[in-house]
């Protein structure tokens, strides 16, 4: 059985710092496309990024440079290290796998709540 | 990047009823699409990709159709369990993926 769970969300200040876990079971996240998206409250889904399975990243141009995918195939288990935090990137964190042309996000954790405030 | 348009943004309907939710995208995505409907405090579900092709274990109810710039997501028959939101996603324009703002279906 495939599944996803994140941890790691908190309450943190304006320009703090934050690191989420992903851990997967039923797929080795080391063989497939695993992606970070985003839903700030109210809103629709946000795409923040997605680490391919040979090892290329990208990133949302609005966490660009702040916000870094990264995973560890012994444990299995995906990371997204959130910096420079703005209250901007409130959101509701899910892991998803997919994230390219041609892979739709078929499986997703439960989420993580990040709140950026002061 | 690729705009994303749903209509309409909420839709009150009975159970029974059939219910018609489109999607245009700012430009041509093929069939590179999907559909998701998300229940309040959950993560969003797969129900069609490739405009079309209803994901394993979704029930034939639903069905989607549709190329290029426009798309439509159809239940032929509301049952109780899909009062949801449901997204749209393009997913030809990379890294840029992006959804639609959501069609919320409420009970009537």
């Known amino acids: 059985e495939v599944q996803l769970v994140e941890s790691g969300g908190d309450l943190v200040q304006p320009g703090g710092s934050l690191t989420l876990s992903c851990v997967v079971s039923?797929?080795?996240?080391?063989?497939?496309?695993m992606s970070w998206v985003r839903q700030a409250p109210g809103k629709g889904p946000e795409w923040v990024s997605v680490l391919y399975s040979g090892g290329g990243t990208y990133y949302a141009d609005s966490v660009k440079g702040r916000f870094n995918i990264s995973r560890d195939s012994r444990k299995n288990t995906l990371y997204l290290q959130l910096n420079g935090l703005r209250v901007e990137d409130t959101a509701v964190y899910y892991c998803a796998r997919g994230g390219i042309p041609g892979f739709p996000f078929d499986s997703w954790g439960q989420g993580t709540l990040v709140t950026v405030s002061s | 990047d690729i705009q994303m348009t749903q209509s309409p943004s909420t839709l009150s309907a009975s159970v029974g009823d059939r219910v018609t939710i489109t999607c245009r995208a700012s430009?041509?995505?093929?069939?590179?699409l999907a559909w998701y409907q998300q229940k309040p405090g959950k993560a969003p579900n797969l129900l069609i990709y490739?405009?079309?092709t209803l994901e394993s274990g979704v029930p034939s109810r639903f069905s989607g159709s549709g190329s290029g710039t426009d798309f439509t997501l159809t239940i032929s028959s509301l049952q109780p369990e899909d009062f949801a939101t449901y997204y749209c996603?393009?997913?030809?324009?990379?890294?840029?993926?992006?959804f639609g703002g959501g069609s919320k279906v409420e009970i009537k």
């Open positions: 490739q405009a079309s």
């Open positions: 996603q393009q997913y030809n324009s990379f890294p840029f993926l992006t």
């Open positions: 039923g797929f080795t996240v080391g063989t497939t496309y």
């Open positions: 430009q041509s995505i093929g069939t590179w």
